[in-house]
């Protein structure tokens, strides 16, 4: 057998999953002349057939399948061994990626602006998902979670910050329609809610058993857009007290109901393998210093 670039089985893992070799080339940012040359090498150097040419595109032989199945696990090793390679070099450079929810990315900023002054080669990479993303798979380095403290043994996790979250409206939905003053009121306003993917969360769950369905004006499984559309004056839903505390417009719904839990936690999280890890370290820091929460423990 000849020798066999990775490059070539990366491009034909990529021409495998999209199916055709312009979309791959898309997707590799090369031109389509490069794509094909990489499945030719790894084939003469296989001497077998990945794929079978047709008009509508790549259809993949048996070999090609099994290309496909075996690929995802080889990326999360290279990924992982890129990760427990990085823990070992103490130089702050190079590739630093995180991910977190959507509404949380911008928090991140402040402190990301200093690390990078302070430190230039760095390069961040933020991946915004609902979605957890396993840290074992070296994908990312760090996952900021909310919610509950992970119990993971292989992961480590400190406190980056209280989240606490409570139902507001303005003042121009407030004086056209006033606010409820009980439980038993809250099908007579309007209520902008997270879709259902997120009615488990304690705030929601607590809200949403009470409501009607058409005291339901607006609905998004992102929560940056249910705290817009608040803000626009849809109707009545969930903020966080940090952001609400900055605008002059709000008035808050200040109805207990058994059960709620209106404070979280933003969780630093990341792999035992990289607890020695510099730029792992030094991100913890500097998000604490920005966010102004408790002392490092």
């Known amino acids: 057998m000849q020798d066999i670039h990775w490059d070539d089985y990366r491009v034909a893992y990529q021409v495998a999953k999209l199916g055709s070799l312009s979309k791959a080339a898309r997707q590799l940012q090369c031109n389509h002349a490069t794509v094909l040359r990489h499945i030719n090498r790894l084939e003469k150097a296989l001497n077998i057939k990945l794929f079978l040419r047709h008009q509508r595109g790549y259809k993949l032989t048996d070999a090609g399948s099994l290309l496909t199945n075996e690929m995802p696990d080889i990326y999360k090793k290279f990924n992982r061994l890129e990760a ?4 070992m070099e103490q130089d702050i450079s190079g590739n630093l990626r995180i991910t977190t929810l959507l509404e949380f990315a911008p928090l991140l900023n402040p402190a990301l602006l200093q690390f990078r002054l302070d430190y230039p080669k760095l390069r961040v990479q933020i991946i915004s998902t609902d979605e957890v993303i396993p840290l074992a798979s070296g994908t990312v380095h760090v996952s900021l979670r909310a919610g509950d403290k992970p119990h993971d043994p292989d992961l480590i996790a400190h406190k980056l910050m209280s989240i606490k979250m409570a139902y507001y409206a303005t003042d121009d939905y407030v004086q056209q329609h006033g606010l409820p003053e009980s439980v038993d009121e809250y099908n007579q306003y309007d209520w902008v809610m997270p879709s259902i993917d997120k009615h488990h969360i304690s705030i929601v769950k607590q809200v949403i058993q009470h409501l009607d369905n058409d005291s339901v004006v607006y609905q998004s499984n992102q929560m940056l857009d249910v ?4 803000k626009a004056g849809l109707g009545i839903g969930l903020l966080p007290e940090r952001e609400a505390s900055m605008l002059a417009n709000l008035h808050r719904l200040n109805i207990e109901v058994n059960g709620t ?27 604490l210093e920005h966010l102004q929460t408790e002392p490092k423990v």
């Not at 427990?84 to 823990?87: A, I, P």
């Not at 839990?261 to 998000?287: C, I, M, P, T």
């Open 261 to 287: 839990h209106q404070e979280g936690s933003l969780w630093f999280v990341y792999h035992r393998d990289l607890k020695n890890n510099a730029k792992v370290k030094n991100l913890y820091r500097y998000l």
């Open 227 to 230: 705290q817009a559309a608040v």
């Open 84 to 87: 427990l390679l990085g823990s």
